[in-house]
T-cell receptor
Framework: EPEVTQTPSHQVTQMGQEVILRCVPI?????FYWYRQILGQKVEFLVS????????KSEIFDDQFSVERPDGSNFTLKIRSTKLEDSAMYFC?????????FGSGTRLTVV | QQQVKQSPQSLIVQKGGISIINCAYE??????FPWYQQFPGKGPALLIA?????SEKKEGRFTISFNKSAKQFSLHIMDSQPGDSATYFC??????????????FGQGTELSVKP
């Protein structure tokens, strides 16, 4: 069964540093998403991406965040200057005719 | 209006029992209502989903009941098993014909099935 692959599985970074979270969506999907889940809380929408541009973003997705699809397979989330409150699980998802598929997530810990 | 409210927050059920989790929404533009199962350290996995043109959908031991007029939907897990112990999230989306199609998640229900 096709999977969404995320790397790394766990990232520890110092406050103020830049991080890039990577995702390989399912190859024939056209819609890509990033979601965030703070420990013990619900999954929150960050951004959706379609046709090489952002189609929607949440209030959480401020100027510190950016997304990119640098080639035909990867989809990245960049946080320019991490804050302690950015510590969370970050999930990439892609959507096709059969619905959403989520990756296993990247646990980001900001210290 | 974008919220999806989920209850209960946690649920303990005996093996073989029925687990029931409820969700309510406000936005009538939502037209896709999935349930996700999440195990610790894993991403949400689609369990079952329904569109508002039907009132019930069943897949194996899992059933979604949908009440459009009340703007509520629920997940029923029949013959609950210890392996069903996980966190369950309801969600809603205006996915049809919508290029964005973001999912709005409920707060989650931690289900524990006791042997």
């Amino acid at each position: 069964e096709p999977e969404v692959t995320q790397t790394p599985s766990h990232q520890v970074t110092q406050m103020g540093q830049e991080v890039i979270l990577r995702c390989v969506p399912i190859s024939n999907h056209l819609y890509f998403y990033w979601y965030r889940q703070i420990l013990g809380q619900k999954v929150e929408f960050l951004v959706s991406f379609y046709n090489n541009e952002i189609s929607e973003k949440s209030e959480i997705f401020d100027d510190q965040f950016s997304v990119e699809r640098p080639d035909g397979s990867n989809f990245t989330l960049k946080i320019r200057s991490t804050k302690l409150e950015d510590s969370a699980m970050y999930f990439c998802a892609s959507r096709g005719g059969g619905g959403y598929t989520f990756g296993s997530g990247t646990r980001l810990t900001v210290v | 209006q974008q919220q999806v409210k989920q209850s209960p927050q946690s649920l303990i059920v005996q093996k073989g029992g029925i687990s029931i989790i409820n969700c309510a929404y406000e936005n009538t533009a939502f037209d896709y209502f999935p349930w996700y199962q999440q195990f610790p350290g894993k991403g949400p996995a689609l369990l079952i989903a329904i569109r508002p043109d039907v009132s019930e959908k069943k897949e194996g031991r899992f059933t979604i009941s949908f009440n459009k007029s009340a703007k509520q939907f629920s997940l029923h897990i029949m013959d609950s098993q210890p392996g069903d112990s996980a966190t369950y999230f309801c969600a809603a989306s205006g996915a049809r014909g919508d290029q964005g199609g973001k999912l709005i998640f409920g707060q989650g229900t931690e289900l524990s099935v006791k042997p």
